[in-house]
Nanobody, 115 residues
Framework: QVQLVESGGGLVEAGGSLRLSCTSS????????MAWYRQGPGKQREWVAS???????NYAGSVKGRFTISRDYNANTLYLQMNNLNPADTAVYYC?????????WGQGTQVTVSS
């Protein structure tokens, strides 16, 4: 089972930026799709962004234009660049990788945006 480990979370002021990383114990090129999800306090986990094997990216409406998902095959790492953060972005951010019927999750990294 591939392990995914997120990092890069922290406390940032509104309007600031953070870059999250998700490093895989296996080749990320083996995933059909990789994605970022988040779960805010008292909320259900929601999809944020995804990138397919064909490099097509998709974003939730709430983050489009502010967040960018990317990957580095050499580093086996998925990234989420988050700009112009606001308090509504406060959540635990999770990395996900899917290959056929197998889904792998990371343990999450906390992002807190102060107003």
């Amino acid at each position: 089972q591939v392990q995914l480990v997120e990092s890069g979370g922290g406390l940032v002021e509104a309007g600031g930026s953070l870059r999250l990383s998700c490093t895989s114990s296996g080749y990320i090129s083996s995933f059909d799709i990789m994605a970022w999800y988040r779960q805010g306090p008292g909320k259900q986990r929601e999809w944020v962004a995804s990138i397919g094997r064909n490099s097509i990216t998709n974003y939730a409406g709430s983050v489009k234009g502010r967040f960018t998902i990317s990957r580095d095959y050499n580093a086996n790492t998925l990234y989420l660049q988050m700009n112009n953060l606001n308090p509504a972005d406060t959540a635990v951010y999770y990395c996900q990788g899917r290959r056929a019927t197998i889904t792998s999750w990371g343990q999450g990294t906390q992002v807190t945006v102060s107003s």
